[in-house]
C-alpha cells in the first residue's frame, strides 16, 4: 500500500492508491511543461488570477471534457470550437470572472485570451486551451488578462504548478494539487494535477476547472479513452448542490517527454490509468470535501437489477437536502434514504429496499429493522459516511459522492451577490 | 373582485378568486359531512392526532389522488387497493406516525384503521380511506387509533373541521383550511377544505394531506375530473425541497346535500372548478410559504416551444439550492437562473435565455441586459418573487412555486430525529 508520504494527498478512503503510485511532496510538474501564475487584477482581492501553462514538446498529445450545460461560457465555446482538442499545447486561465453569459463580446475576450495565450507560449492559438472561472454575467477585463499573460511568460517554471494553481482558485478554502510517480513496466513517468472547484457553482462563480500532465507517451486516442473513464468515475460522482456549471473543463495532456510508452491495451495502460483513476477521484473527492460550508462526505452506493434505476436513486439520495442535513447533524436518518429513492423510482411500490449505513442494515424490505442506535450515531460521527441501497435484482451498480449541507451553504449563498 | 372577509384566506397575488366564490369566516362544513378531532397519545405532544370525517349521504362520490413514489406508506397502499375510491364516505386520519417503511405490521395497522373508522362512521369498510402522517419506519400503536376513533365518533360535529384540521397537523406553523361559498347558477353549494403539510417533507415526518368537501351533486366521473386538473395546477406545481413524500394524499368528497348539481361540461361545472382551482392553489401557496424555516414564495414561470423543456427548466430553477438561497437572501442572482436552466437542458448551447425578475428584464439572449439593480433589490425583498425564463420558440408554458432556502431549513433538518 501507499507510504505516507502519499497519504498527504491520498486522504479519502474510498480510492485505491496502488503500489504503483508514489506521491512527490515536493510538486512541481512532468518533464516538457512549465506553468506560471500572476495578478493582474481580475480578482478584487488582487490575489494571482492569470494562469499559463505550456508544454515545450511540439509533439503533445491531449484530451478534453466539459460541461454538458445548454449554457455555455465563452472560454468553453470557444475551446470547443477553436482548439485542436487532441493536441493541446498550452492552457490559459483566468479566475476572479467566468466569463459566461457575456454575449458576442465575451465570445471576443475568450479569443483574445487565446490569440495572447499563443504568443506567450510561442505556439498555434488552435493549439492554446481558454478557461475562465468566476462571476457570471460580467464582462472580463480581457485587456488585463493579455497584459498578465506577457508577465506569466517571463515567470513559465517547472516548479510554476503552485502558482498556477493559486491562479485558478477562486473561494476554494484549500488548495487542490498533486504530483505523482507511476511506476510503469518499462520506467517511471511523473503525472501531476491542478484544480478548482468548491461546488459545482460558487455564488455566482462557476466552476470546476482541472488541468492534468504527464511525460509519458500517450496517442491521442489513448489519452482520451483513459480521460474519459476516469472523469466518469471522479468529477461526474459528485455533487455538491446537484448544479450543473456553466464552465466546467478537464484537460490532460501528455508531452511524452519521459520516452515511456503507454500503449493501448497493454499492462503500462492499466497501470497508468489506475494511477490517474487515483488521482482524479481523490480531486473529486476533495472538491466535495471543500463543498461550501461543508464538513462531512458522504457516499452512496446503489446495487440492482437496473442501471438507469439505480444512477437515478442515486442523484437522488445524493441530492436530497434532507439526506445532507442529516449527515450534516450526524442523524443516520435511514427514512430520508428510503423516501429520495421512491420518489426517484415512481410507480414502482411496493419497492422492497435494504438500505446499510457504515455497514449496519437499518432497512429490509422497505421495513425498519432492529440495529443498536447508539452504536450506529457513533459511526456516522466520522468525516466520511457509507450509505448503501439495494434494489431488486443485481448486475447494476454506481456510486455518487456528495457534501453536506451545512449554515455555511446557506450563508455564502444567501449574501447578496449580484 | 373578492371581498376583505374573502382575502383572509387568499392571501396570494397568484391566485384568482372570481367572484362567485366568498369565504365563510365562520368555518364549518358543507351540508352532509360532520368531523372530529381527538388526542389518541400519538403525538409525543398530547396533542390532537386522530382525525374523523363522515359524509352522511349514502349516495356521496369521491375522487382522490396520491403520491407517486416508489415507496408507500400503508395507508396509501391499503386505501388504493381495499376502498371503493368513486364513493369514499369516511376518512380516517392519524398524525405523530406515518406508518412508513413499516412493513406487513403497517399494512395490518392500517387494516384496524379502515375498520375502526368504518364501525366509527357507520359504512362498510370498503368506503373509509385512510391517511397517516408524522415519522417514518416507526411502527404505529393502532389500538390507540382505533381507540381515539371510538372517542371521536361522539365528538362528529357539522363544525368539527377545525378539530379535524388540528389532528392532522405536524409540524406546520399555521392552520390550512377554508370554507367557501360558491354561486353556481342554480343556487351556492359550500367547498370546504383541510390540508396538512410544510415541505414535501418534514424532518422524517411525511406528507401533504388534503381532505376537500362540497355539498354540491358532482359524478364520480366529475369529481375525478376537477380534482385531476385543480391538483396538476396547484399540489403538483409546489417544492419546498423537491422531495416527494411517501404518503401524500388527495381527497374530494361530494355529499350532494344541497341539490344543486355539477352537470359535465356546464356553466356550473366551469364556475365550481375555479372555485375549486383557488381553494386548492392557496392551499398549495400556503405549503410553500409554511416550507421549513422559509419567509419568502418564490414563482417561476418558463415559456418556450417544447413542454417538457419549460417543465424541466422550471423544476430545475424551482429546486436549485443557489436559487433558493438568493431568493432567501432578497439577492436578484440572475446568474444562478440561467446556470440552473443550462443543467436542465443539457447538449442545447449556445441557448438564448430570457430572464425577467419581477418584471425587469435582466438577461436577454444569454446575456447580461442593462438594469437598475437598486431598483431590483427593492423589487425582490417583498413576500412573493417572481421569475420568468424565456426560451425559445412558444406555445408551451409552466410554472412552480417554492419556498427559499434558509439557516431555519438546515437547522430544522439536521437535528438528531431518527
Known amino acids: 500500500m501507499s507510504d505516507q508520504a502519499t497519504k498527504r494527498f491520498f486522504s479519502s478512503r474510498w480510492v485505491d492508491v496502488p503500489d504503483t503510485v508514489r506521491e512527490d511532496p515536493a510538486g512541481g510538474l512532468p518533464g516538457g511543461f512549465r506553468a506560471a501564475g500572476v495578478a493582474a487584477g481580475i480578482k478584487p482581492s488582487g490575489g494571482k488570477d492569470v494562469a499559463l501553462l505550456v508544454s515545450d514538446a511540439p509533439e503533445t498529445t491531449s484530451a478534453a471534457r466539459f460541461t454538458r450545460s445548454g449554457v455555455l461560457a465563452a472560454p468553453v465555446l470557444l475551446t470547443q470550437e477553436r482548439c485542436n482538442l487532441e493536441a493541446i499545447r498550452a492552457v490559459v486561465a483566468n479566475s476572479g470572472n467566468a466569463n459566461a453569459a457575456t454575449g458576442g463580446r465575451g465570445l471576443d475576450d475568450a479569443a483574445k485570451m487565446q490569440g495572447a495565450g499563443a504568443m506567450a507560449a510561442g505556439v498555434e492559438a488552435d493549439r492554446v486551451a481558454v478557461a475562465s472561472t468566476g462571476v457570471i454575467g460580467v464582462p472580463l477585463d480581457s485587456q488585463a488578462v493579455v497584459s498578465g499573460l506577457a508577465r506569466a511568460r517571463g515567470e513559465l517554471r517547472a516548479d510554476g504548478d503552485a502558482d498556477f494553481a493559486a491562479a485558478i482558485m477562486t473561494t476554494d478554502a484549500f488548495e487542490k494539487r498533486a504530483t505523482l510517480a507511476v511506476d510503469l513496466p518499462d520506467g517511471t513517468v511523473r503525472l501531476s494535477a491542478q484544480a478548482k472547484g468548491a461546488g ?66 497493454s499492462e503500462a495502460e492499466l497501470v497508468f490509468g489506475h494511477a490517474l483513476d487515483a488521482l482524479l477521484r481523490q480531486l473529486a473527492l476533495s472538491m466535495v470535501r471543500d463543498g461550501e460550508g461543508a464538513k462531512r462526505v458522504g457516499r452512496v452506493v446503489v446495487r440492482g437489477g437496473h442501471l438507469a434505476s439505480v444512477e437515478e436513486a442515486a442523484r437522488a439520495v445524493a441530492n436530497s437536502p434532507l439526506v445532507k442535513a442529516a449527515l450534516h447533524g450526524g442523524d443516520p436518518n435511514w427514512g430520508r434514504i428510503v423516501q429520495s429513492v421512491g420518489m426517484a423510482l415512481p410507480e414502482t411500490a411496493p419497492l422492497p429496499v435494504d438500505v446499510t449505513i457504515e455497514g449496519v442494515r437499518v432497512c429490509a424490505r422497505g421495513a425498519a429493522a432492529e440495529f443498536d442506535k447508539a452504536d450506529l450515531v457513533e459511526r456516522v460521527a466520522g468525516e466520511e459516511v457509507e450509505y448503501v441501497v439495494d434494489l431488486p435484482g443485481d448486475g447494476a451498480e454506481t456510486e455518487v459522492f456528495f457534501s453536506d449541507l451545512s449554515h455555511g451553504y446557506v450563508t455564502i449563498n444567501a449574501e447578496y451577490t449580484t
Chains 1, 2 share one sequence.
Open 200 to 265: 459545482m457553482i460558487q455564488p455566482s462563480f462557476a466552476t470546476l476547472l482541472c488541468f492534468v500532465q504527464t511525460d509519458a507517451v500517450l496517442s491521442a486516442e489513448t489519452a482520451d479513452l483513459l480521460l474519459g473513464v476516469c472523469v466518469k468515475r471522479s468529477f461526474d460522482r459528485i455533487s455538491v448542490d446537484g448544479q450543473l456549471s456553466t464552465n466546467d473543463t478537464v484537460i490532460l495532456m501528455c508531452s511524452g517527454a519521459s520516452g515511456v510508452a503507454v500503449e493501448p491495451e
